[in-house]
């Protein structure tokens, strides 16, 4: 496989992770953030980079949800 592919994915999800950690940081500064959130997809990908940026900021308790415990833990 070729390596650009790989750092291309890398770079989309790093971008990706950060987006959602600064729009997710200015969101709470305008709500109260006391909510529950069901995120799926969970164990790697993308949806493991918005697990853990919400985790980073904070305010909410989240619901992972995946195909395997193990990742999600």
Known sequence: MNRSVF????VL???FYNT???GYARARKKA???RNIVLSGAGSGI??????ALAE???TRLV?????RAKLE
């Open 47 to 52: 949806g493991r980079a918005t697990a853990q």
């Open 13 to 15: 999800i790093n971008h």
């Open 64 to 68: 992972l949800v995946g195909r395997d």
């Open 32 to 34: 109260d953030m006391n």
């Open 7 to 10: 750092k291309n994915e890398y």
């Open 20 to 22: 959602v950690a600064q």
């Open 57 to 59: 900021v904070g305010g």
